[in-house]
Structures are given as structure tokens and as C-alpha cells.
């Protein structure tokens, strides 16, 4: 029934909005614009950004995924036990680690479409076992890697574009960005994923594979996830099992500012990277505004604001369409 | 009435069966004594710390069963501590006002997920995630990021740790709201009106029920359960945590009345079976604390591995799907 024209207005509304509150910042603050705090508004952000990627196929489809917080953390702790404690080069750990990820969900996945479960209690228990390996696998909970010739080389690998230089993070979550922007809208699977999300039962009417790819939809949110938890470990040069606690949400909350619907079925990859955006630029403001006491709660407070006007906002271009 | 027991058997075996191995693992666990006018012991601690969950999980209960969810429990319970607080010690409110003025505000934040849901009619979990990020922004913004203790003000302390006929007044809270909701719920068309909206909500429109006050009705009791265990956590650790109070309970209460048979997708719901869920819930942690394995406590690590199992377990014993795969019916699709 969602007609494909209703996507536009809310991806425009999350465009401006990034738009306006980037030239704000720029025009307001000393430093904003420079080439040191633009890329490191991807790096900073490029774990979350990772996860929100995964977490925009999943809304897509129509699902949640509540663990990629935690699978974050697990993911960051097994790469770190891989280099440090059985001293494996961090070209072997890595991949071993990204599988690791996709196999995490692929379980879920199976789960939720084998026993027809609610993908929010599956992906729950998912969360609190993640969580838990992760602090069974090191009791320090915090594990610093160091010592291997290819993780170093992978902390120190920059890429220099004039003035802007981006670290691995900030590449990796930009090339990931155009990765998904690429299949949600150009493989068979993206549009099966869209299908799936727009009417569940006319998909499988229609002979397309729900089944498969519900579990594959999972299988990359994992991945995706787990590609966060190692580009957190470059970033931090450590594993850590406390990290990204709640992350789950602002991922959610940057899928949803980005335009697409929790319902499933309407939305852009591109929109997720400006909703992670947004929401990067809403928490470094703070460490700016020195004049008024500007706290980090209020980040809490207007990533809410935000979130109600583009739920509000898409509710009223629902209806109109109607 | 016997569907409805039938439905229990499953959460009260498995209370029974950890009770059962608690009797042979840990007998400390009922030793039971009479000290300086109340009872003291591990079940009365499990109880007690059952508590917040099991209010929590009275709301929910009546949400789930309108097939909606409330993530926003836990920033609503660090609201409420926080403006309690606050009122207290900066504004010398007494106490009496303190509790009915943070009470109001709780029914509100509740009463405007009901908006959002009812009237606007966004989805229950995106629209319970606003306040579940602002929330606990606002309780920040109240105390200003530092804890604000409450250990001179005894009345408000008795919230938490006082004891009434010897029994802990938490416990006595606990059971109050959870009797007066059953009165309110079942012996009123309340219950039924709830259960129909979650069974079938175009049915129920076209029935006469007013199925956006019934919404709306069951955010705000949620939002008012969430402020009583709010204000019992802050009186029992006696100082306001905005950043950690009731942080990831959202997820117990859930879980409490998931465990105790009420279906994600609304409909018959089960109060009793919500209480069982939130005891099961605390007294597996608490089994994992104290359990002994050759002398040795199980690392607290594996409390949320645990956790995920159960979850799951339970998730499965609930499955249709499952269940007709055993029974080699075979599944759609």
C-alpha cells in the first residue's frame, strides 16, 4: 500500500536539518569546519555508524536487532584475545572475528524465522549472551592490544585527501556506506528486503525467498556490527566489554531520523548516514559551547526532540498519503 | 479460569524447580530469622529486590496485552528519583507532596506515551523510545549530572528500607499495587476492554469500545508504576542516580511478563504470571550469586549468559511453530 513517493519528503526534512545544523555549528564555532574535526566526525562515529547500516536492512525488513551493542563489545574482546593472548596476526583474526559476527546472526535470524519468534526477544536474549561472553572471555573487561605488526599497521593507515586525513574507521564506515547504499538498491537482495518490509505476505506470494533472506538480513546486521567492534578496537588500539552500552538505541535513533520507517518497507541507506550524522554532530556540540553551560544531557534530550518531530513528521506524511 | 492456569504451570514449575535446587545447593537460602522486630533472610532479600521489577512489570503487563511495549520504564524510574530527590533536599518540599507531585509527573510522562500511541498513533516501541533517551536526559538535567543523596530525610527512607509488621515496606508496596490492580482489572470490564484491544482492535472499535482511552489508559498506569519503583530504588540506595537508576530494567519487565505468558502480540494477559516471571527473575540472579560449584562461586560473568538462555528457552517453549514441528504437523511457508 505505501506508495514509493512518500519516502522523498522525510529523507529532504533529515537533509535540511543536517544542513542547518552543520552550517550553525560551522558558523558558531572556532574549529568546527576544520579538516581535523570533519573527519573525525566519521571516525568517531564509525562504530555506531557500522552498526546503524546493519540495523537499516533490518527496519527495513520490518525487524529489530537489539544486541549489535553488545555483539560490538564481544566483537572488540575476541579480536583482542585472538592477537593477544594466542598471538594471532591480525590478518587471520579479523576475518575470523567479522565471521564470527555474521555466524552470531545468522543464528538469530534462524531462530526468529525457524520458531516464527518476535525478532525483539530473540535479538534481547542475543544482546545479554553477547554481553556475557564478553565479560566471561576477560575478567580485566578492558584488554589493551598491542604487539602485532599488522594491527599497527592497520592503528597507523591513514588515507590523505589535501588537508583531510581519514583514519581506518572513517574509511571503512564510508565504504561500508556506499557498499549498502549499493545493495539495498541495486542486488536482488536489497529489493527483497524492501519487500519483505512492505507486505511479508505478498512477498512470499510473490515466490521471493523471505525465509533466506531473514536470516541473511541478520546474518549482515552481525557482520556489520562486528565490523564496528573491530574498527572500536583500532580506534582504541583495546577490546573492551563495557563498551557501546545502549548503542543499540542511537542506532535505531539514527535509522529513524534518517527517514526510514520502524514499520518496515520505506527508507534509504543514505539517510542512516545523515542520521548518524546529525546525531554526531548533536553529541560533539557540548565540548563547543563553553559560553553557556552546555551539558551532555541536553544531547539526550534533543536527540528525543529530534526523534519525536521525524516520527511526527513521517505519521502526517502517512496519512496524507492515505 | 482453567485456560488461564493452565497457562501458569509453565512459569511456576520453573520458580519451583529453582526453589527446589536452591533447597539442596543452598540451604542458607531459607534460613529465616527474627531480628530487632522483622524478618531477615535471602528469600525475603529475593522478594525485596523482586520488588521493582514486579511493579514494573504490572504496567507492562497491561501494555503487552494491548500488543504495545513501554522501553521508556527505566528513564521514567530515573525521572522519578531524581524529582523526588530534588524536591526533597533543593525545593524542602515535604514528603507527602513530594511523593504525590513526583507520582503526577510520572502518570504524565506515562500519560504522554499514551498520547503518542493513542491519539498520534505512532508505534509503541519507537514512540516509548523518545522518552527513553530524553528521559534520562531530564533526570540528569534535574539533579545536574551528580547524585543527590536522601539519607536525612527518614520518612522517605522508610520507602525503602522501613518494615512494617515485620515484613520489608518495599514488599508491602509491592503487593498492594499488584492487589489493587487485580481488583481494578478484573472485577471491572477494565481487564476485558484491554485484552479485546490487544485480541483484535478493529473488532473492538467496531464493538464501541474506545480503544484510544484504553491505550492511553494503560501508558499512564505504567508511567505510575514506573514512578512508585522509582522512588522505592532511590529510597533504598538513598541518594538519586539519574545515569544508572533502572537502567536496562525495561528489559526485566519485559522479560517478567514474557516468562509469565503474556504473548508480545497482546491479547489474554496474566498478571499472577508477570509476579512469577519477576520472582523467577531475581531469584535466578540471586541463585547464581550464592551457588557454589567445588567450592567456588560461579563468576558473575556468566549471570547474563544465563539470562540469554532463559530467555530463550522460554521464547521457545512458547513457539506455535516449535510446537507443531514436534508434533510433526509441520509449518506454513
Known sequence: ???????????????????????????????????????????????????????????????IDLSVGAVIALASIFLGKCIVQ???????????????????????????????????????????????????????????????????????FTVGFGRFEFNLPAVVFMAAMVAAVIVAHWTRFGRNV???????????????????????????????????????AIGAESGDASVAQLLELD????????????????????????????LGIITVIPAFEEAVKLNSWWTKIAIGILLLAFIVLQRLLQRQKR | MTSSLHKLVWPFAALCVLLIFNAFANPSFYSLEFIDGSWSGLLVVVIERASIVLLLSLGMTLVIATAGVDLSVGAVMAVAGSLAAVLLTEYEVPLVPTLLITLATCTLAGAWNGFLVSIIGIQPIVATLILMVAGRGIAQLLTDGNPVSVKDYDGFLFIGSGTFLGIPFTIIIAIAVAVLTAIVVRCTAIGLFIESVGGNETASRYAGLSVRLVRFFVYAFTGLCAGIAGI???????????????????????LAVVIGGTALSGGRFSLAGSIIGALIIQTLTTTIIITQINGQNIPSEYNLVVKAIVVLVVCLLQSEALRRMITGKGVDG
Open chain 2, 232 to 254: 522505592i530504588y532511590t529510597s533504598d540506595i538513598t541518594r538519586a542516580e539519574a545515569n544508572n537508576a533502572g537502567l536496562y530494567l525495561e528489559l526485566d519487565a519485559i
Open chain 1, 1 to 63: 500500500m505505501r506508495l514509493p513517493q512518500i519516502k522523498h519528503p522525510t529523507i529532504v526534512a533529515t537533509a535540511i536539518v543536517f544542513s542547518l545544523l552543520y552550517a550553525i555549528a560551522a558558523i558558531r564555532y572556532n574549529g568546527f569546519f576544520s579538516p581535523i574535526q570533519t573527519t573525525s566526525l566519521f571516525s568517531d562515529n564509525a562504530a555506531l555508524g557500522l552498526a546503524a547500516i546493519g540495523m537499516t536492512f533490518v527496519i527495513l525488513s520490518g525487524g
Open chain 1, 86 to 156: 594466542w598471538e594471532w596476526p591480525a590478518y587471520l583474526a579479523i576475518p575470523l572475528v567479522l565471521a564470527s559476527g555474521a555466524a552470531f546472526g545468522t543464528v538469530m535470524g534462524t531462530i526468529i524465522r525457524l520458531f516464527r519468534l518476535p525478532p525483539f526477544l530473540v535479538t534481547l536474549a542475543g544482546m545479554f549472551l553477547a554481553r556475557g561472553l564478553a565479560l566471561v572471555l576477560t575478567k580485566e573487561k578492558r584488554l589493551s592490544i598491542r604487539g602485532d605488526d599488522s594491527f599497527d599497521w592497520l592503528v597507523d
Open chain 1, 251 to 278: 542506532a535505531i535513533a539514527a535509522v529513524v531520523i534518517g527517514g526510514t520507517l520502524l514499520s518496515g518497507g520505506v527508507g534509504y541507506v543514505a539517510g542512516t548516514l545523515l542520521g548518524v550524522l546529525i
Open chain 1, 194 to 232: 524492501y519487500a519483505i518490509g512492505g507486505n511479508e505476505q505478498s512477498a512470499v506470494l510473490m515466490g521471493l525467498p523471505v525465509g533466506k533472506t531473514t536470516v541473511q538480513i541478520y546474518a549482515l546486521s552481525g557482520l556489520c556490527a562486528a565490523t564496528g567492534g573491530v574498527i572500536y
